[in-house]
């Protein structure tokens, strides 16, 4: 099976910056898109950034020019670099990762969150 830890949450002051990292561990499968989604108290989640496997990338209009999403195939492992953080930033952070698996088989795999607090 698949498993995502993600970590790298935390409370930073406004204009702070924080990184998250999302790792993929297991055996039998193949990484494709890999995407971070943030959700507040009683909301949907939201799409934050998304990166392919071929690199390219796509952001919700409110991080665009804080946030920088890359990967690292190698490693299994996608990262959220987020600078200038404002209050609304307060969420719980996901990562997703879409997988090719053995016997054709394709799906999805949300991590567990991770505490993102941008308060003075």
């Known amino acids: 099976q698949v498993q995502l830890v993600e970590s790298g949450g935390g409370l930073v002051q406004p204009g702070g910056s924080l990184r998250l990292s999302c790792a993929a561990s297991g055996s039998g499968f193949s990484v494709n898109a890999m995407g971070w989604y943030r959700q507040a108290p009683g909301t949907q989640r939201e799409l934050v950034a998304v990166?392919?496997?071929?690199?390219?990338?796509n952001y919700a209009d409110s991080v665009k020019g804080r946030f920088t999403i890359s990967r690292d195939n190698a490693k299994n492992t996608a990262y959220l670099q987020m600078n200038s953080l404002k209050p609304e930033d307060t969420d719980v952070y996901y990562c997703?990762?879409?997988?090719?698996?053995?016997?054709?088989?394709?799906?999805?795999?949300w991590g567990q969150g991770t505490q993102v607090t941008v308060s003075s």
């Open positions: 990166i392919t496997s071929g690199g390219s990338t």
């Open positions: 997703n990762v879409e997988l090719n698996l053995r016997g054709s088989a394709r799906g999805s795999l």
